[in-house]
């Protein structure tokens, strides 16, 4: 079964800086990643998909992806105490259709 | 726009008993997924759907959950007889077309003790 690796399991990030997270995947037929946020007691909500490789910026957020590795990376500048939140990493494959393999996530903390 | 429904919010069973949980998707949504999130951890895929037919159900432990979606909109997830490793928010999440990014519901969270 296809996994989803994602580190560090934690961070802290004082407020302003920059956080940078890491997600892997062991499958190759993996073709598209996904970033979703789940701030604590809600439900997962997506900030930013990539299938690409290269950059695409949104904002504050980053994200980098490397096909032939499959690995991708998001970076947070300018961090607020609102970004603290579990950071949740998918891949799909184009077999699998719509199909998402979650990571455990990593957990961002933002001191002010 | 409604987004996606569960019911209920919370659930607490003793080990052995059963429980139904309900998801009304965002209308038009073809597609539907449940998700099993233990805490601290990332949701893993049970079941997920294309209108009334189930895609993959690899994950579902089928001696003890089973999931429905008969017309094509609702679904439920329902767990026979309930262990205390069930112990997790039950998350639905639904989504139109392909490669389309998935809305999730408020989730249940269930403890079995």
């Known amino acids: 079964q296809q996994k989803v690796q994602q580190s560090p399991e934690s961070l802290i990030v004082p407020e302003g800086g920059m956080a940078s997270l890491n997600c892997t995947s062991s499958d190759r037929n993996v073709d598209y990643f996904w970033w979703y946020r789940q701030h604590s007691g809600k439900s997962p909500k997506m900030l930013m998909?990539?299938?690409?490789?290269g950059e695409k910026e949104e904002g504050r957020f980053t994200v980098h992806l490397n096909k032939a590795s499959l690995h991708t990376s998001l970076h947070i500048r300018d961090s607020q105490p609102s970004d603290s939140a579990l950071y949740l990493c998918a891949a799909s494959t184009n077999s699998a259709g719509n199909k998402l393999t979650f990571g455990i996530g990593t957990r961002v903390l933002v001191r002010p | 726009e409604a987004g996606v429904t569960q019911s209920p919010r919370y659930a607490v069973l003793q080990e052995g008993q059963a429980v139904s949980f309900w998801c009304d998707p965002i209308s038009g949504h073809d597609t539907l997924y449940w998700y099993q999130q233990p805490r601290d951890q990332g949701p893993q895929l049970l079941v997920y759907f294309r209108d009334e037919a189930v895609i993959d159900n690899s994950q579902l432990p089928s001696d003890r959950f089973s999931a429905v979606r008969p017309k094509g909109t609702n679904s439920t997830l329902k767990i026979q007889s309930a262990k205390q490793g069930d112990t997790a928010t039950y998350l639905c999440?639904?989504?139109?077309?392909?490669?389309?990014?998935?809305?999730f519901g408020a989730g249940t969270r269930l403890s079995v003790l």
């Open positions: 999440a639904s989504s139109f077309g392909g490669r389309s990014t998935l809305y």
């Open positions: 998909s990539i299938f690409s490789n």
